[in-house]
């Protein structure tokens, strides 16, 4: 399954009972829960459309065994489909359709309320968005090398919930400071700068990159250092995840 990097602003206090219990975090992210499954599939409809409506199905189902029971029903509750009926083989067309229009609205409308809520995915773009930021590989003590790995962790589970590392949050006070950061005039032009695909793929920046990622790189900066103004001119938090 991919990765993909999602941020969710909070208010508060809504972060403060977070911090009391970690456990609740992992429901900011409930919508995001279907994005591996849908990720896998969609990567090879675009090559075999036919092969993933006779399989896709068993595929999915092979996936969904992989994941936590809780999440595994949410998401047999978003397709209408049980993992048995779904390992019969049924379903392949109507699946591939929902599938097709979750991807499609994530990418057309990345930061938008979901559930009340201000969402923003960065998809896969996310360590590249990291590394353009920064120019490392992991975040550190540089300012720039926060906003998307950075934050304290919830909890001491060293894998969380999606097993991709513990949720991590920004006060809102932190969130101000690496808004401004972010909105500084020069930092796209320093990002643009550090694009390199050899680069960026020698050094296991993931997924891997081509000389023609460089503006859907960029595009996802612009998207997260619009986020973090937003959350910043409400005065809220940020909470985010690897799913």
Same mark, same amino acid.
């Given at each position: ?5 999602? #941020?969710?602003?909070? /208010? ?16 900011? #992210?409930?919508?995001?829960?279907? @994005?591996?499954?849908?990720? @896998? ?36 509750? +978003? ?8 390992? @019969? ?24 309320? %979901? ?19 920064? $120019? ?18 919830? $909890? /001491? ?12 949050? #920004?006060?809102? =006070?932190?969130? %101000?400071?690496?808004?401004? &950061?972010?909105? +500084? ?10 694009? /390199? =695909? ?20 960029? /595009? ?6 619009? #986020?973090?103004?937003? &959350?910043?001119?409400?005065? +809220? &938090? ?6």
């Amino acid at each position: 399954m991919s990765m993909s990097a999602t #941020f969710v602003q909070v /208010d508060e206090a809504e972060l403060a009972r977070i911090q009391a219990d970690p456990s609740l975090a992992e429901a900011l #992210f409930a919508d995001q829960s279907l @994005a591996p499954a849908a990720d @896998a599939l969609l990567n090879l409809a675009g090559k075999m459309q036919d092969r993933v409506r006779a399989a896709g199905p068993q595929m999915l189902a092979a996936t969904l065994a992989r994941f936590d029971p809780q999440m595994r029903q949410q998401v047999e509750e +978003r397709l209408g489909r049980s993992m048995a009926s779904l390992a @019969a083989g049924q379903g392949g067309d109507d699946m591939l359709k929902l599938l097709q229009q979750h991807m499609a609205a994530r990418r057309a409308a990345p930061a938008s309320p %979901a559930g009340g809520r201000t969402v923003l995915s960065l998809d896969k773009a996310w360590h590249g968005v990291h590394y353009l930021l920064c $120019g490392e590989v992991e975040p550190g003590a540089v300012l720039l090398s926060q906003p998307v790995l950075g934050g304290l962790d919830l $909890g /001491d589970d060293d894998e969380g919930f999606s097993g991709y590392g513990p949720a991590r949050y #920004f006060t809102a =006070a932190q969130v %101000a400071e690496l808004g401004q &950061a972010l909105s +500084r005039p020069e930092v796209e032009a320093q990002a643009a700068a550090r694009f /390199d =695909a050899a680069q960026m793929s020698q050094l296991k920046i993931y997924p891997g990159w081509r000389p023609s990622d460089a503006e859907s790189v960029l /595009d996802a900066l612009r998207r997260l250092r619009d #986020f973090y103004s937003d &959350a910043a001119a409400k005065g +809220r &938090a940020i909470v985010t995840c690897l799913v």
